[in-house]
C-alpha cells in the first residue's frame, strides 16, 4: 500500500513533504484505499516513509483512510475535507512525538546519569591505564614492568627505603588514578566532585588538587620519601593544566565574538612520559640516621627521590617477579627509538649474553580486494624477519 505522506527524521528534527496529498485527485468508489496518482512533471519514484518513534504507520494511514472514507461516503464529513481532517491528524501525531525531541549535549554538559564515586572502579581504570603505560616505556629495559612485578610493588606496604622501581610504579599509579578521577569529576561523571554547582551548560575546569586531596584521604599521605614523592605528583598534575577554548558566540564569517576557556589537564601519555623523565633523573638518598634530618620541604618538588639500588635485573628473581633477559627478543631496527636501537646492548651483552639471529618465515594477508558478493579476497604473502634474542 502507499502511504499517503512521507516523514523523515533526522537529529536536528523532523520534516514533513506533504506533496503526495496534493496529488490525491480521485477517490475510489469502492471500499478500497487512496491511490496516489502522481502529476505529469513527477518523478515516478517510489515514496519512502520513514517515521519517528512514536507515529504508527498504520494507524494513520488505515485507520484515518477507511473510517474517513466510510464517514464521507455516510454524508457526515464532507469530501472536500477529507484530505484536510488527515493531514491535521498527521501533524498533531508528529508534534507530539517530536516533543520529546531533546539536543545532544556537548562536551561541557553534564551527564545526567551521575554516580556515587567507586574508588574500585577508579583505581582499577587507573591501574590498568599505568601498567600499560610502565609497560610500553619499558618495553626495551631490562627491567620492563612485568605485570606480576608491578602489582606486587603496588600492593605491598611502602617501604622507607624505596628502590627507583618502587618509586616509578608507585609514582605512574597515583598519576593515573588521579588524572582518571579528575577528568571524571569535570565531565560530570562522578556526582558531587566538579564544578560548584553542578550547573548545565557550563565549561568545568579540571581541579587535579581536589582529586588529590580525596585520593590522599583514601590511600593516606605516607611519610619520609613516599610523602615527598606524592607531593611531587601532584604538583606536576597541577603543572599539566592547559587552556582549551571554545567559542560561545559565533560571529559573521566564521568569526568567533566571544571565546569561553577552561583549564584542562594534558593527555595522560604526555603525563607519563614527564613522570618517565622524573625516573631518569630521581635523586638517590642514603638510608643512614643523618637523612633523618633532612626537611623534605626543602627538596624540589620536580624531583622523585629513592633509597636503594635497583637489583640485577639481568638474572631471574626467585620469587617469578621478573624472569632476566636471557630469551628476551632485541631489535636493531634503525627507525626506532634510542632504547629500541641499544637494546642488544643494554639486554644482551651487558648481562653477558650473545646475541642470536634468526630468521623467522611468517604469514600475512596482502593483496586485498573487494569481490562479487561484498566478500574481501586476499593472497597469503610469505615473509621472512630477522629477530634478534639474548642465549
Not at 105 to 112: C, F, H, I, V, W
Amino acid at each position: 500500500m502507499k502511504q499517503g505522506c512521507s516523514a523523515i527524521w533526522t537529529t536536528s528534527g523532523l520534516f514533513v513533504r506533504g506533496w503526495e496529498f496534493l496529488s490525491l485527485h480521485k477517490i475510489p468508489t469502492e471500499d478500497k484505499f487512496p491511490v496516489f496518482r502522481p502529476g505529469p512533471n513527477f518523478p515516478r519514484v517510489r515514496p519512502r516513509m520513514a517515521l519517528a518513534p512514536g507515529i504508527n504507520s498504520q494507524a494513520i494511514s488505515i485507520h484515518h483512510s477507511v473510517e474517513l472514507e466510510r464517514a464521507r461516503r455516510q454524508h457526515i464529513i464532507p469530501h472536500t475535507t477529507h484530505k484536510m481532517f488527515f493531514i491535521l491528524n498527521l501533524i498533531l501525531a508528529i508534534t507530539g512525538s517530536s516533543a520529546g525531541v531533546i539536543e545532544p549535549m556537548n562536551y561541557y554538559q553534564y551527564t545526567q546519569f551521575q554516580a556515587p564515586l567507586s574508588w574500585e572502579a577508579i583505581t582499577s581504570a587507573g591501574l590498568k591505564q599505568a601498567l600499560s603505560s610502565c609497560q610500553d616505556s619499558f618495553k626495551w629495559q631490562r627491567w620492563n614492568c612485568p605485570s606480576t612485578d608491578f602489582v606486587k610493588r603496588h600492593t605491598s606496604p611502602a617501604t622507607p627505603t624505596p628502590e627507583r622501581e618502587d618509586v616509578y610504579v608507585a609514582a605512574i599509579s597515583m598519576a593515573s588514578i588521579v588524572h582518571t578521577l579528575t577528568k571524571d569529576c569535570a565531565n560530570g561523571v562522578i556526582a558531587g566532585c566538579g564544578c560548584t554547582g553542578n550547573a548545565l551548560n557550563v565549561p568545568c575546569s579540571h581541579e587535579p588538587l581536589k582529586a588529590v586531596e580525596l585520593y590522599e584521604k583514601r590511600f593516606g599521605s605516607g611519610s619520609g620519601a613516599a610523602a615527598h614523592n606524592q607531593r611531587v605528583i601532584g604538583s606536576l598534575l597541577q603543572q599539566s593544566l592547559v587552556q582549551e577554548c571554545r567559542c560561545k558566540q559565533p560571529g559573521p564569517q566564521g568569526k568567533c565574538l566571544e571565546e569561553e576557556c577552561v583549564k584542562v589537564l594534558k593527555p595522560f601519555e604526555a603525563v607519563a612520559q614527564d613522570v618517565l623523565q622524573m625516573y631518569d633523573d630521581a635523586i638517590q638518598l642514603d638510608s643512614t640516621a643523618s637523612n633523618l634530618k633532612i626537611m623534605w620541604e626543602n627538596i624540589p618538588l620536580d624531583s622523585l627521590v629513592f633509597m636503594q639500588d635497583s637489583p640485577n635485573y639481568c638474572e631471574p628473581e626467585a620469587s617469578g617477579r621478573w624472569t632476566g633477559t636471557r630469551g628476551r627478543q632485541c631489535s636493531k631496527d634503525s627507525s626506532g627509538s634510542v632504547e629500541e636501537r641499544l637494546s642488544c646492548q643494554q639486554l644482551c651483552r651487558v648481562c653477558g649474553y650473545r646475541v642470536r639471529t634468526q630468521h623467522v618465515r611468517s604469514e600475512r594477508r596482502c593483496n586485498c580486494k573487494l569481490v562479487w558478493g561484498f566478500r574481501l579476497q586476499c593472497d597469503v604473502c610469505v615473509q621472512l624477519e630477522r629477530q634478534y634474542t639474548c642465549y
